[in-house]
């Protein structure tokens, strides 16, 4: 018992967020680097995964198994044993991003020193605020010439609304890029471009005081630091763990992936920073990662392209205790007890079984379809149910129609099975007796993966006639509003999703606010929460 408690309490488990090419595969390179997981860096198999244009979405399909085994890296560094959750790059699979975030305990944010925030660091901010887990900055590639450094942060705290301490601070940039000076230590960690970050860097360490630092930094950037340190000193928040525990307040660090500087001692300061598993809330309270029974939610369902094998791999987040292939679970939304089937757990490309794992662990379970998004699975005797992970508001829909009616039974089949995974949502519509299903998915790239699926698993041929909706409000208090007397607008439609809750559909959104306005209580919701 003692002993896996101290298993537990090693485990870090988080996942890598950013606009595209801000750098997150090259950190994370770099991260397996220090683990020693890699001789060099650059050799993370599903990298190409991320890279792939809009037309070779097909292909990305066909190496499903390669994306499979980058989804997360477990290695061990420094007596801790970390999890990373590696998250889809390309625009249109954010959704898969966001289940992901949901088994992570924090996120490091790597953004880009010349540009700053972007799109999609945004949006993913957005979700990790939801869930109030710590969040750490990297902003990358300071061997470029990057944006003011006071400008960064000032916008990381305006646009996301998250306050931020810098941990350390970047002298220069691009080809003055000299270092970072960290304000705990007073010193600065000098930038030698390491043959491009191939190896681990060679750092040096300078007092600011030390003369031999103007050696490195002209008289100039020393003059400038310390007046840049005199302004941080007196404007920016003071470092407070508690604060940055809850989510309000953000590290931030300063480096370059590529060259590896300043990587290290970032993973270092974010280890020390960020905490073990967290307790995970179910309908019957908080469960302990310490807690002696296993228990885990499935937060990620991943098709097996192979055609003679139409099985899943559902990915589990161990939430409590230890897990033992060899013992039963229960399956509580199946309500069946069963073993957890070809269990394995990923590190960089090398899929292996395993037979134990603990609390903080991700693994993958051969799912012959039992499981849906968000199920729990837990000791037999056990019944709870871990907190649902929310639905996110698709931004795309289309009326799917059947080319062949006499398939329609095929067609349900595949088409809630494919929900089921998460990568599309669907509605239904009645009008007039007729039920018409729409599909909302978040990234227009799913509604060609649908289609592609439902033709080559099911044997279904389907158009997709593209509506204009891109707002969804789930209806909150749907059991006090009369739903057949909501006073709508000229572009809003009434659909129901796969549980039957009513919700609706706008072309604009200030139509959202019309329906407000015109329907006294009603309360609508971005996100589905049931
Ligand atoms: P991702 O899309 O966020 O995973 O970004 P990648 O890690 O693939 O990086 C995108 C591009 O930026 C690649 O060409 C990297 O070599 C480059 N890159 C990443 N980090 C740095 C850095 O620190 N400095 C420079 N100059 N380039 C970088």
């Given at each position: 018992?003692?002993?896996?408690?101290?298993?537990?309490?090693?485990?870090?488990?988080?996942?890598?967020?950013?606009?595209?090419?801000?750098?997150?595969?090259?950190?994370?390179?770099?991260?397996?680097?220090?683990?020693?997981?890699?001789?060099?860096?650059?050799?993370?198999?599903?990298?190409?995964?991320?890279?792939?244009?809009?037309?070779?979405?097909?292909?990305?399909?066909?190496?499903?198994?390669?994306?499979?085994?980058?989804?997360?890296?477990?290695?061990?560094?420094?007596?801790?044993?970390?999890?990373?959750?590696?998250?889809?790059?390309?625009?249109?699979?954010?959704?898969?991003?966001?289940?992901?975030?949901?088994?992570?305990?924090?996120?490091?944010?790597?953004?880009?020193?010349?540009?700053?925030?972007?799109?999609?660091?945004?949006?993913?901010?957005?979700?990790?605020?939801?869930?109030?887990?710590?969040?750490?900055?990297?902003?990358?590639?300071?061997?470029?010439?990057?944006?003011?450094?006071?400008?960064?942060?000032?916008?990381?705290?305006?646009?996301?609304?998250?306050?931020?301490?810098?941990?350390?601070?970047?002298?220069?940039?691009?080809?003055?890029?000299?270092?970072?000076?960290?304000?705990?230590?007073?010193?600065?960690?000098?930038?030698?471009?390491?043959?491009?970050?191939?190896?681990?860097?060679?750092?040096?360490?300078?007092?600011?005081?030390?003369?031999?630092?103007?050696?490195?930094?002209?008289?100039?950037?020393?003059?400038?630091?310390?007046?840049?340190?005199?302004?941080?000193?007196?404007?920016?928040?003071?470092?407070?763990?508690?604060?940055?525990?809850?989510?309000?307040?953000?590290?931030?660090?300063?480096?370059?992936?590529?060259?590896?500087?300043?990587?290290?001692?970032?993973?270092?300061?974010?280890?020390?920073m960020t905490s073990s598993p967290l307790p995970r809330m179910a309908d019957c309270g908080l469960i302990n990662p310490a807690d002696p029974d296993f228990s885990a939610f499935v937060f990620k369902i991943q098709a097996n392209m192979n055609k003679n094998h139409r099985d899943r791999i559902a990915f589990m987040r161990i939430c409590s205790g230890k897990f033992d292939a060899d013992k039963e679970v229960y399956h509580v939304q199946g309500d069946?007890?069963?073993?957890?089937?070809?269990?394995?757990?990923?590190?960089?490309?090398?899929?292996?079984?395993?037979?134990?794992?603990?609390?903080?662990?991700?693994?993958?379970?051969?799912?012959?379809?039992?499981?849906?998004?968000?199920?729990?699975?837990?000791?037999?005797?056990?019944?709870?149910?871990?907190?649902?992970?929310?639905?996110?508001?698709?931004?795309?829909?289309?009326?799917?129609?059947?080319?062949?009616?006499?398939?329609?039974?095929?067609?349900?089949?595949?088409?809630?099975?494919?929900?089921?995974?998460?990568?599309?949502?669907?509605?239904?519509?009645?009008?007039?007796?007729?039920?018409?299903?729409?599909?909302?998915?978040?990234?227009?790239?799913?509604?060609?993966?649908?289609?592609?699926?439902?033709?080559?698993?099911?044997?279904?041929?389907?158009?997709?006639?593209?509506?204009?909706?891109?707002?969804?409000?789930?209806?909150?208090?749907?059991?006090?509003?009369?739903?057949?007397?909501?006073?709508?607008?000229?572009?809003?439609?009434?659909?129901?999703?796969?549980?039957?809750?009513?919700?609706?559909?706008?072309?604009?959104?200030?139509?959202?606010?019309?329906?407000?306005?015109?329907?006294?209580?009603?309360?609508?919701?971005?996100?589905?929460?049931?």
């Amino acid at each position: 018992m003692a002993d896996y408690s101290r298993e537990i309490e090693r485990r870090r488990t988080f996942a890598i967020i950013s606009h595209p090419d801000a750098g997150k595969t090259t950190l994370t390179e770099k991260f397996l680097l220090y683990g020693g997981v890699l001789n060099q860096a650059g050799s993370v198999k599903g990298k190409a995964t991320a890279r792939h244009a809009v037309s070779d979405w097909m292909e990305i399909e066909k190496q499903r198994g390669i994306s499979v085994t980058s989804s997360v890296l477990q290695f061990l560094y420094d007596g801790y044993c970390i999890n990373i959750l590696d998250t889809p790059g390309h625009q249109d699979f954010s959704e898969d991003t966001y289940r992901t975030l949901m088994a992570a305990d924090s996120a490091v944010m790597v953004i880009d020193g010349g540009k700053g925030v972007e799109a999609q660091t945004r949006k993913l901010f957005k979700v990790c605020a939801m869930r109030h887990i710590p969040i750490f900055t990297f902003i990358n590639k300071l061997d470029r010439d990057a944006r003011d450094t006071f400008d960064l942060v000032d916008e990381i705290e305006k646009e996301l609304g998250i306050p931020t301490c810098p941990v350390n601070w970047p002298i220069g940039s691009g080809k003055n890029f000299r270092g970072v000076y960290d304000r705990n230590t007073r010193r600065v960690l000098t930038f030698r471009d390491t043959l491009k970050g191939t190896k681990e860097g060679i750092e040096e360490e300078i007092d600011l005081n030390d003369p031999h630092l103007l050696d490195v930094i002209t008289e100039d950037q020393k003059a400038q630091l310390e007046e840049e340190i005199e302004l941080l000193d007196g404007a920016s928040v003071e470092f407070d763990q508690s604060k940055v525990d809850k989510g309000e307040l953000s590290p931030v660090f300063f480096g370059s992936a590529l060259t590896n500087f300043g990587v290290e001692t970032f993973l270092q300061h974010f280890l020390k920073m960020t905490s073990s598993p967290l307790p995970r809330m179910a309908d019957c309270g908080l469960i302990n990662p310490a807690d002696p029974d296993f228990s885990a939610f499935v937060f990620k369902i991943q098709a097996n392209m192979n055609k003679n094998h139409r099985d899943r791999i559902a990915f589990m987040r161990i939430c409590s205790g230890k897990f033992d292939a060899d013992k039963e679970v229960y399956h509580v939304q199946g309500d069946r007890k069963m073993r957890l089937l070809q269990p394995q757990q990923m590190m960089a490309d090398d899929r292996h079984v395993v037979s134990e794992a603990y609390a903080g662990d991700i693994i993958g379970v051969f799912d012959p379809g039992l499981f849906s998004i968000g199920d729990t699975v837990c000791a037999p005797g056990k019944k709870f149910r871990f907190e649902g992970i929310p639905t996110f508001a698709p931004e795309h829909f289309a009326r799917v129609a059947l080319l062949d009616s006499m398939k329609r039974k095929q067609f349900v089949k595949g088409i809630e099975q494919i929900a089921q995974e998460g990568a599309i949502q669907i509605f239904r519509e009645n009008s007039g007796g007729m039920e018409e299903i729409i599909v909302g998915v978040v990234g227009v790239l799913q509604f060609d993966v649908l289609k592609f699926r439902l033709e080559n698993e099911y044997n279904v041929d389907i158009r997709l006639d593209m509506l204009p909706y891109e707002y969804i409000r789930w209806i909150v208090n749907k059991d006090e509003v009369d739903l057949d007397h909501l006073v709508g607008t000229s572009d809003m439609k009434k659909v129901v999703d796969m549980k039957g809750n009513p919700l609706l559909l706008f072309v604009n959104s200030w139509s959202v606010g019309m329906v407000l306005d015109r329907n006294e209580g009603l309360q609508l919701e971005e996100f589905s929460r049931n």
